[in-house]
């Protein structure tokens, strides 16, 4: 109870994890509205961060709208646009060339590379990179195209390794399975931005100006949104509104620093906490 405490005082920012926390389907969980006025008012900040790199901040933004949660674009980090920052502070900060990219992936993948500034190829032996995610339309085409890219030499990026994403049929495959087929078919094991991976709790840190210690990390997932914060030193809440129970996240080692019924609940803790 001390840390949990101590930690959530020092809270200055928090980032939430989207489906299982924000919405589950097309529905807003309670308590979304409420948490962000807390922290509003308590002169904190907040970050949606998800590792679905299908969608642009905006289309996210609508979205969320549709659910009558409503954000700005600069407030939700996909790992689409993560990957897309991360890659452009390779080449601006490790001298890592500017060169043409091959994307196996959606229309939000390829705009966030686009805005970062990065020309877009179908040639795989013009790629320098090949950065894959999502693609619900994928083609044998395309992963022919990548796979040569990756086997000529490009460097092999992915935007998350989620192997499944849930639908209303059950798990479907998910951008880490692609990963896996490109992998298979090249040898090469890409570098992963998303959760939980280090490059998107760092980026989402480094939107908000905050540090780990002043950090909270909010998720409905064990081993993607809370291991990968933990590692990095985060402050970390499982809410039970998503895909692990309670059971889980108890048994979990390390455990999350707070274990919360729900947006709701989570809000109640971080406001004891504020006033003792
Ligand atoms: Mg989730």
Redo the contacts with the bound molecule.
Sequence with gaps: MTRELTGLRDVRGVLF?????IYVGTRALPGVQEAIDYLTSTGRTFLFV?NNASKTSAQFVERLAEMDVHVRPEQVLGSAEATAVWLAGQVAHHGWPRGPVIVMGQEGLKFALQQNGFELTTDPHAATYAVAGINFKLTYEELANVSLAIRGGAKYIGTNSDLTYPSERGPLPGAGSILALLTAATGQQPIVIGKPNRGMYEQAMARLNITAGQTLMV???YD??ISGAIELGLWTAGVLT??STRDEFERASPPPDVIAEDLPDLINRLRWADEQ
Excluded: L, N, P, S
């Design positions: 994890d989207m489906d299982g926390v998800t998720g409905d997932r993607t949104d998503g895909i």
